[in-house]
T-cell receptor
C-alpha cells in the first residue's frame, strides 16, 4: 500500500464546473498538507498549504483536511480551461524532517 | 525574483552511459532538493542539501547516483552508469530554510535512457 493514494484520472469537466480532487493517506504522523499544480513540461507550483485539520480558502480554491479519516480534498470553483493540469497532493511531518511525500497526481481537463 | 534554473531540459542517452544535470537555486535559498518523477508518478525525493551539507540521501541509489553542492549554491546530479529505469524527469527545488518553507521547483530535466 502506498503512503499516499491519489486517483490518476483523467478527470474531464466542462468550464464553470466545481472540481473535487482527493487524496487518502496511511501515516497518521503527517501534519502539513499541500496541493501542487503541474502544467505539462513544467515543475510543480504550490497552490495551497494547510496545517493539521480544517479548511483553507484562496480565491476559487478550497483545501480541506480531515485527519481523523486521513483524507484531504481540493475544490476548484468556476473551473477554467487554464486550470487544466496535473494536481499533486503532498504531505510531510516534522519527525521525518518535513520530507514531502507526493501522491501520483490527478490529471484535470477543463473543456471550454 | 528569478526561479530555479535547470539544464539541460532534455537528454537522451543509451544505457550504461553517464549523464549530469545542473541546478541553480533561487538566490539566498539555503536548502536544495533533487527529485525523480517517473511518468505517471509523483516526485520522489532523492537528496536534500542544507547549504553544502547533505541532510537526507536515504532514497538516492548510491551505487550509480551522486550529487554535490559545492559552495552551497549550484548543484549537480550525476548518474553513472544509467539504466533503462532511470528514464524520468529530474526536478530540482529550493527553499529558504529547512522546515516548513515553501519549495520552489525548476522546470526539470527529462531523461530518456535507450
Amino acid at each position: 500500500q502506498k503512503e499516499v493514494e491519489q486517483d490518476p484520472g483523467p478527470l474531464s469537466v466542462p468550464e464553470g464546473a466545481i472540481v473535487s480532487l482527493n487524496c487518502t493517506y496511511s501515516n497518521s504522523a503527517f501534519q502539513y498538507f499541500m496541493w501542487y499544480r503541474q502544467y505539462s513540461r513544467k515543475g510543480p507550483e504550490l497552490l495551497m498549504y494547510t496545517y493539521s485539520s480544517g479548511n483553507k480558502e484562496d480565491g476559487r480554491f478550497t483545501a480541506q483536511v480531515d485527519k481523523s479519516s486521513k483524507y484531504i480534498s481540493l475544490f476548484i470553483r468556476d473551473s477554467q480551461p487554464s486550470d487544466s493540469a496535473t494536481y499533486l497532493c503532498a504531505m510531510s511531518a516534522l519527525q521525518y524532517g518535513n520530507k514531502l511525500v507526493f501522491g501520483a497526481g490527478t490529471i484535470l481537463r477543463v473543456k471550454s | 525574483e528569478a526561479g530555479v534554473a535547470q539544464s539541460p531540459r532534455y537528454k537522451i542517452i543509451e544505457k550504461r552511459q553517464s549523464v549530469a544535470f545542473w541546478c541553480n537555486p533561487i538566490s539566498g535559498h539555503a536548502t536544495l532538493y533533487w527529485y525523480q518523477q517517473i511518468l505517471g508518478q509523483g516526485p520522489k525525493l532523492l537528496i536534500q542539501f542544507q547549504n553544502n551539507g547533505v541532510v537526507d540521501d536515504s532514497q538516492l541509489p548510491k551505487d550509480r547516483f551522486s550529487a554535490e553542492r559545492l559552495k552551497g549554491v549550484d548543484s549537480t546530479l550525476k548518474i553513472q552508469p544509467a539504466k533503462l529505469e532511470d528514464s524520468a524527469v529530474y526536478l530540482c527545488a529550493s527553499s529558504r530554510g529547512q522546515d516548513t518553507d515553501t519549495q520552489y521547483f525548476g522546470p526539470g530535466t527529462r531523461l530518456t535512457v535507450l
